[in-house]
């Protein structure tokens, strides 16, 4: 191949490409014409068109391939990705989750979202402050006390005459600190086993609890939510509440032998 020009300049590279076409990757300074076996300038500038075009496919494919690797760096250090709209208890209130669900102000502060679907009941509390949540859920005489702060715990009371005794105490799970794939498969062997999970406040920004409780139970259920935020401000939902579901000592985790609810003035989950 021979390349010749009618004026000095210079060719940064003059290699033959699969077709034969020279390719040419910077324009020669202070000449007419370039031509090479015969090709007109017109050919030359379709070589550093395809010159171009090649590098912006190989720019183009970098980062791609970046792309791909920072989503692989992201679930290596543990971070879940969803495919789905179901609500991840992972304590971020995401709008696509939650939406079509009732929302309520916490008589104290916060907001309370409220989503059924099917037989299960989802609550969210959030407020603006580092915090723990309780859930109380009535039911044929029995009061289940679902507590979530940097683990998970349930307290059961059942009635006798006038004041309500404790016949369980709370027993501490799911510490986690992190929401990936086994946390969700141990939040849903929490689930199966105990009719409820939630996030921890290991969770998110540590000040919102998402629960999800089963309903399939044919009998009326009554619910109430605290949401504690530190040091020790109480706010809660229905606003009406007046009984020990506020009782600071209760709501700190501690299980006293007796206490006095009324779930007459609870909210009707179904």
Not at 174 to 183: F, G, H, M, P, T
Request: hydrophobic share 35%; glycine share 6%.
């Amino acid at each position: 191949m021979e390349i010749s020009k009618s004026q000095p300049g210079e060719i940064i590279e003059n290699r033959v490409n699969n077709d034969g076409i020279p390719m040419i990757l910077s324009k020669p300074k202070d000449r007419d014409e370039v031509t090479a076996n015969g090709v007109t300038l017109l050919r030359v500038k379709r070589s550093k068109e395809l010159y171009n075009h090649n590098t912006e496919i190989i720019e183009s494919n970098m980062r791609v391939s970046a792309y791909i690797i920072f989503i692989g760096i992201l679930l290596t250090a543990g971070a879940f990705v969803s495919t789905d709209n179901s609500i991840q208890l992972d304590g971020i209130l995401n709008d696509n989750e939650w939406k079509n669900a009732k929302e309520y102000r916490l008589s104290g502060g916060g907001k309370l979202l409220i989503k059924k679907e099917n037989k299960e009941l989802y609550i969210a509390m959030a407020g603006d402050k580092q915090a723990w949540a309780h859930v109380y859920l009535y039911s044929l005489d029995t009061i289940r006390v679902m507590h979530a702060s940097a683990a998970l715990g349930e307290a059961k009371y059942i009635r006798q005459n006038d004041l309500w005794r404790s016949i369980e105490t709370f027993q501490w799970a799911l510490r986690e600190k992190e929401y990936n794939d086994e946390l969700v498969r141990k939040q849903q062997d929490h689930y199966q086993k105990h009719g409820w999970v939630a996030n921890n406040n290991n969770m998110g920004n540590g000040m919102t609890f998402e629960f999800k409780l089963n309903l399939s139970h044919p009998d009326p259920v009554y619910f109430a939510c605290v949401l504690a935020q530190v040091p020790l401000e109480l706010s809660y939902f229905p606003g009406s509440l007046s009984d020990n579901t506020i009782l600071p000592k209760l709501v700190q985790g501690y299980t006293p032998d007796s206490l006095q609810f009324d779930p007459a003035l609870w909210e009707k989950a179904n």
